[in-house]
């Protein structure tokens, strides 16, 4: 006599989904707004995408002006190449010399905030170090100015101690727009950035320390072999983070900070669509230098997490 098999009952998925949404319901309120900013502000605009392929003017409108095709990258990478190569060179180097120097400074920043125990000092150094975050750029640059000027602090010290004879211009030499620019945003962005690193630091076993204390490690040691493989997955998604805006600088600083003797090592990709997209009014050719930048920082984010999976085993997806 056969048995007869009973089914356990399975739940569909719509709703599985309705008791999470029922269990969860304030997180999803909570959520409600983020959604709706990147729907509004950065999936609805995907819409005027098209006017990169085609010739747009206001007055007739997306749907109205004519399609171009690629004539707009043409225009970009053929007519434009001089200025084209260059752009993409300051861009590049500019985020390498960032990723290179800017990147690891709030990890070591966190690992030394780490070994203070000194809880007052510690706290102090870190709200003095994250004020600078929540300087407006505009302030920031004219900071920078004024330092740096001819007869500013900066080359009234050198003078002083002798190692200049003539004050330099850093502000009009191209050759320092970039060391100022990524020194700067190394200075306003240390402390702030550190605070996802002590995070993950909290979070490592204390018992890691002391097993490692008992095999004879020292402090660092102890910050070598238990601290740093402990933070390596948070560092690895922030790298990959970041190499998501290798094409992108700041728009506002560098604005701020170039100026047309500088144009050789400050000019870059988001600098030159505001003059040609804005200022020339080709806003069509703006769309599609644009467009372009944003599909080779999309592709560079999923090279990188497929080498960061392989060699960590870490990654966003």
Known sequence: ?????????????????????????????????????????????????????????????????????????KEFFVYDSFYVWRIIRNTILINVYDLIFGFPAPIIFALLLNEIKNSIYKRTLQTVSYMPHFISTVVIVGMIMDFFARDGLINQILKSLGILSEPISFM????????????????????????????????IDPQLYEAALIDGAGRFRQTLYVTIPGILPTIVIMFLLRVGHMMNVGFEKVFLMYNPLTYETADVIS????????????????????????????LLVIFSNKIAKKLTETSLW
């Open 172 to 203: 009009t030499e191209p050759g320092w727009f970039r060391p100022l620019y990524v020194g700067s945003g190394i200075w306003q962005n240390l402390g702030w950035g550190s605070i996802v690193y002590l995070a993950a630091i909290s979070n």
């Open 1 to 73: 006599m056969e048995k007869a098999t009973i089914k356990s009952y399975q739940p569909s998925r719509w709703q599985e989904l309705k008791k999470d949404l029922i269990r969860n319901k304030s997180l999803y309120l909570m959520i409600i707004p983020v959604v709706a900013y990147y729907f509004i502000f950065h999936y609805i605009p995907m819409y005027g995408l098209q006017i990169a392929f085609k010739d747009f003017t206001p007055a007739k409108g997306i749907w109205g002006s004519p399609w171009v095709g690629l004539e707009k990258f």
């Open 271 to 298: 600098t030159y669509v505001y003059r040609k997209g804005l200022l020339e009014m080709d806003y069509s050719y703006g769309a599609a230098v644009g467009l372009f930048n944003s599909v080779i920082n999309f």
